[in-house]
């Protein structure tokens, strides 16, 4: 198991309304962080060695977000291990992380990936291939047409993980953890054929083709 890891925050969608309105996470909040910033503060950030906002060309041409992102991180004490990387127009987000280890350093680290609209709070990182929950009932307010839903056995092994579709009332919360960044990217080698994709299609995929047991955990609290 991995006691060494890293973040990566892909944030490398497009879409063409962007070139009028900048995205969501890229605002500023009432505290004037940017929300993508703001987003990762429940995390747990003291255990990654190293942090990665992913940021699309397209985006950063128009809004310079790289360097927006870099003067405000220049305010957080996690500044000196957190760098943002610029990629091209990717075709999903399992392209956004082909992408981003291309440009890494990797071969010896653990992979959590966090969703950069959603927030939640994780007291402590484990070394199992984990994917982060939370619970339906739990949510005051959600949109639940664009979650992965994730059924479990009783001692919290997942059977199954689908994206858009309710199967259970457990959905991500935004966060998967691989504790073998190589192997998650042999996964992806595997299925990266596939336009529409999504990290719940790597843990599936890697379910039922290797008999790989990942693990539910609850987040203390979520929002996004």
């Known amino acids: ?17 962007y070139e ?11 505290f004037g962080r940017m929300n993508i910033i703001n987003n990762m503060l429940d995390l747990p950030l003291d255990d990654f060695n190293k942090i990665y906002i992913v940021v699309n060309k397209k985006i950063d041409d128009i809004y310079h977000i790289k360097n927006m992102l ?16 610029v990629v091209n127009e ?41 994917v982060y ?12 047409s664009n979650k992965s839903y994730v059924s479990t056995t009783s001692d919290d092994v997942v059977l199954n993980i689908i994206e858009k579709r309710v199967i259970s009332s457990e959905f991500c919360a ?16 595997c299925v990266k054929e596939y336009d529409k994709l999504y990290i719940s299609n790597v843990i599936y995929y890697d379910i039922l083709r290797n008999g790989e047991m990942y693990r539910t955990e609850q987040v203390l609290k979520f929002s996004e």
């Open 70 to 85: 870099e003067i405000q991180l220049n305010n957080e004490s996690f500044v000196d291990k957190t760098h943002v990387i």
């Open 20 to 30: 009028q309105f900048i995205p969501e996470i890229f605002k500023l909040n009432d």
């Open 174 to 189: 935004g966060g998967y953890y691989f504790n073998d960044i190589n192997k998650f990217i042999d996964l992806c080698e």
């Open 133 to 144: 929950t939370y619970k339906l009932e739990d949510v005051i307010e959600i949109n639940p």
């Open 90 to 130: 990717t075709r999903n987000v399992v392209d956004t992380i082909l992408q981003t280890v291309n440009q890494i350093p990797y071969s010896r680290y653990g992979l959590f990936i966090k969703d950069a609209d959603a927030s939640f709070n994780i007291a402590e990182l484990n070394n199992e291939n984990t």
């Open 1 to 17: 198991m991995n006691n060494n890891k890293i973040l990566v925050i892909p944030a490398a969608a497009y879409n063409e309304i």
